[in-house]
């Protein structure tokens, strides 16, 4: 079984995967009487055939190490994932090769992060690594399936970095 080492989360490394989704160090603006800070536009959401809507998902947490065994995309729809808690999550991506995933790469958030996958990316499943496991999501309603899966003939192991800060599960 292959290794994974979790990265933390950057912007610029998940850009070819989607947006991270988190506060600015500064807002774009101030609203709600100066109580406010509006950070605006922070992912790209992007439909075919249908509309934005938004569910609430319950996961129940995983623990370090990790078994990969699959990954799944979406192609008629970005998906943002938004936790309700300020715990880190386990965020899992994958370049498509010619309709199949390549080596896959693993992110871990920090506490107010959230990710937004660009419509088409292969992507891990809803992975939180504390409890509760409870994230707002946004993506396409509509007709149609809008979910592949691939299934890897050898599993991957994600593991956490050791350079990495303590608290992971």
């Known amino acids: 079984?292959?290794?994974?080492?979790?990265?933390?989360?950057?912007?610029k490394a998940f850009a070819p995967?989607?947006?991270?989704?988190?506060?600015?160090?500064?807002?774009?603006?101030?609203?709600?009487?100066?109580?406010?800070?509006?950070?605006?536009?922070?992912?790209v959401m992007d439909f075919a055939d249908g509309r934005a809507g938004i569910?609430?998902?319950?996961?129940?947490?995983?623990?370090?190490p990790y078994t990969l065994e699959m990954v799944e995309r979406h192609p008629d729809g970005s998906q943002a994932f938004i936790p309700m808690t300020e715990h880190a999550f386990l965020v899992?991506?994958?370049k498509d090769l010619s309709g199949k995933p390549d080596t896959p790469v693993a992110f871990q958030t920090l506490p107010g992060q959230a990710i937004n996958f660009h419509r088409n990316t292969w992507h891990g499943v809803l992975t939180p690594l504390a409890a509760p496991g409870?994230?707002?999501?946004?993506?396409?309603?509509g007709d149609?399936?809008?979910?592949e899966e691939f299934w890897f003939d050898t599993a991957y192991q994600v593991v956490a970095d050791q350079n990495q800060r303590s608290g992971i599960p």
């Open 134 to 141: 409870i994230f707002a999501v946004v993506d396409r309603i």
């Open 55 to 64: 569910s609430m998902f319950n996961a129940q947490p995983r623990s370090l």
């Open 92 to 94: 899992i991506v994958a």
């Open 17 to 43: 995967f989607g947006n991270v989704i988190a506060l600015k160090p500064e807002a774009d603006k101030i609203i709600n009487q100066g109580m406010c800070g509006r950070h605006h536009d922070l992912a």
């Open 144 to 147: 149609g399936a809008n979910l």
């Open 1 to 11: 079984m292959s290794e994974i080492v979790i990265q933390p989360l950057t912007a």
